[in-house]
């Protein structure tokens, strides 16, 4: 089916395209998790909020959604963090993994259903890296499994880039690898974690081999959405699309890859050193969900964003302003399809590549000048009532 209207942009493809989900009326899509050694912070969750964007409004159009989203809580920063916080790994996931679910929550993320531990899915790991080897994709080195690059002729494609220009970029740097841009499936584990039984000896599973194991256990070999952060691109994605089409024999593995763009505060990159690291929990406490959640919708999904306690105030500030004109417009004259119009033009708006920043300002100016934005007479019923059928898919309550 084709749905008249919706337009996504597509970085495999690197141009916009119509939506056409490859099982009619189901839509299947896979958001790349956090890893859990942290509490969640205003990246991850400018990420959750845009893909829960996604799933809400999809749903709002008819589609039944099948979304996953999973949680890393195998990896090696994991095992470090654990260790500096003198708590044992299950204590520190288990904590992570609860702060992780409320925080979720807390900003009202819930088109995204399922919640995944990779760790559950240990089993389909192993299955996948078996017949990779059998396959000829895989091979042994270094006292590792490496995926054999040179096998997958689409390597760079979701990237851009070259095998030449990805071959500046190497990572997991071992002596006997075959190509510089193989990656591991299974391998040593670091020092202190916890080993994990296979064929091939004790180890631990490589990072991309785990989201492939979640994803296509749970939303079978093709599949519509893949959603992440522009960052996970290379190597995560490319490693990803490489296993499964070797798997699968099916291309391409993902219909669309929907990215978003990075998060800095005042200016600067978020990070431990910089010491500028914004939790989410911090910002519930402070101010709820709906400024976060309309802060984040009103920068272009794809645009970097900065971010700022000022710009978050101003928010807030905003809601605050719209819910009480709101409380406060005249009475005027009964017109049903006005407000039919503004749930419309609303629709356009998402459809158009989800450009919710517009689709915000529409909601603005209909409550600020409801005569002009709804080309009618309107009663506030009408202006409210469609402004709470927006809410639900926004996930924030405009109408206080
Ligand atoms: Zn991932």
Request: aromatic share 10%; charged share 25%; glycine share 8%.
């Amino acid at each position: 089916m084709e749905l008249a209207g919706l337009t996504v942009f597509n970085e495999l493809s690197n141009s916009r395209e119509p939506f056409k989900p490859l099982r009619g009326k189901e839509v299947r899509m896979f958001v790349c998790g956090p890893t859990v050694q942290d509490y969640m912070h205003v990246g991850h969750a400018r990420t959750y909020i845009f893909y829960d964007l996604v799933s809400r409004h999809l749903a709002h159009l008819g589609f039944s959604m099948k979304t996953v989203i999973n949680m890393t809580d195998i990896d090696e920063s994991i095992v470090r963090a654990s260790e500096s916080a003198g708590v044992s790994i299950g204590d520190f996931i288990e904590r992570y993994m609860l702060a992780y679910r409320k925080d979720m929550e807390g900003i009202g993320v819930k088109g995204l259903y399922r919640f995944e531990p990779v760790s559950n899915y240990l089993g389909e790991m192993k299955r996948q890296i078996s017949e990779l080897l059998k396959r000829g994709f895989a091979y042994q080195a270094d006292g590792c499994i490496f995926f054999d690059t040179s096998k997958s002729p689409h390597f760079g494609d979701l990237a851009h880039m070259s095998r030449q220009e990805l071959s500046l970029r190497p990572l997991e740097l071992y002596p006997d690898k075959r190509n510089i841009l193989d990656f591991s499936l299974w391998r040593k584990a670091p020092d202190g974690a916890p080993l994990f039984d296979s064929p091939w000896g004790k180890g631990w599973p490589g990072w991309h081999i785990q989201d492939t194991a979640v994803a296509i256990s749970e939303l079978g070999m093709q599949y519509d959405i893949h959603g992440g952060a522009y960052e996970l691109i290379y190597p995560h994605h490319e490693a990803e699309i490489a296993q499964a089409e070797a798997l699968n024999g099916v291309r391409p593995y993902v219909r669309y890859w929907i990215y978003t763009g990075l998060v800095t505060i005042s200016g600067r990159k978020m990070s431990k050193s910089e010491g500028n690291t914004t939790y989410v929990r911090d910002i519930l406490k402070d101010y709820g969900s709906d400024p976060l959640r309309l802060y984040v919708l009103s920068v272009p999904y794809r645009a970097d964003m900065d971010f700022d306690t000022d710009g978050l105030k101003a928010q807030a500030d905003a809601l605050g302003g719209m819910r009480d004109r709101l409380a406060h417009i005249d009475e005027r004259k009964a017109s049903r399809s006005g407000a039919r119009r503004l749930a419309e033009a609303f629709d356009e708006l998402l459809n158009d590549d989800f450009n919710a920043p517009a689709a915000l300002e529409l909601c603005r100016r209909a409550v600020d000048r409801p005569e002009e934005a709804l080309q009618g007479g309107v009663t506030i019923e009408d202006v409210k009532s469609a402004l709470y059928g927006l809410s639900s898919i926004l996930g924030v309550d405009l109408v206080g």
